[in-house]
């Protein structure tokens, strides 16, 4: 009973140790990929309307071979510093499975080193903020590996900003204006038949 107990706990362990072995941290990747976007610094973009063009490439200065591992890049709209405040759900973490800053998709490719580009169209349920674009490569086991941003260090520069849709359109108002209009017709429409039925009765 006691070696059973124990063969239970040692594969318990190896198995937490996997997990945790197979965690990856953003301070331990290095950033490989040069990423740049269209929009300009302090521009504000239309969700559900404007687009944006990226750009990424291997760094050419980093040593030959560094991306040998390199499977995948995916491409993402990332929260900056300062939309992040008193924002839990958007809060940076070392930790990347647990991390919240870039929650926006906006490709995924399969990786090759230069000549890389996607144009994105902000989507409607992008919310008010302001962001920039990060791209991370992954292995084939699909861990992050390298990465790359349009923004610095502290995430500070190139930063743009997207405004989301109010959720009114100009088909509704015009639809809205139309049954209120409607409505005071038929209104006046109903008062005038009831006193002709009543001049009439008389």
Not at 41 to 68: A, F, M, Q, Y
Not at 91 to 96: A, G, R, S
Not at 147 to 163: E, I, P, R, S
Request: charged residues 25%; contains cysteine; hydrophobic residues 40%.
């Amino acid at each position: 009973m006691a070696a059973r107990m124990f063969l239970v706990t040692s594969l318990l362990l190896s198995c937490l140790l996997q997990v945790c072995s197979n965690e990856t941290y953003f301070s331990s990747l290095q950033r490989t990929l040069i990423v740049t976007a269209s929009p300009k610094e302090g521009e504000v973009l239309k969700s559900g309307e404007d687009k944006i063009t990226v750009r990424w490439s291997l760094n050419e200065t980093v040593p030959v071979g560094t991306d040998s591992g390199y499977k995948t890049v995916k491409v993402k709209l990332c929260y900056a510093p300062i939309s992040q405040v008193d924002r839990a759900w958007r809060k940076t973490k070392d930790l990347l499975s647990k991390d919240k800053t870039c929650q926006h998709k906006v490709v995924s490719r399969p990786y090759k080193a230069s000549n890389n580009s996607a144009e994105w169209t902000v989507e409607r349920d992008v919310p008010t903020a302001t962001y920039f674009v990060r791209a991370y490569a992954y292995d084939g086991e699909d861990q992050e590996v390298g990465y790359g941003q349009t923004t610095d260090a502290h995430k500070a520069t190139n930063l743009f900003q997207v405004q989301a849709i109010t959720g009114r359109h100009a088909s509704l108002d015009i639809a809205a204006v139309c049954f209120s209009a409607f409505s005071v017709f038929s209104l006046f429409g109903f008062f005038f038949l009831e006193k002709r039925k009543a001049r009439v009765t008389k």
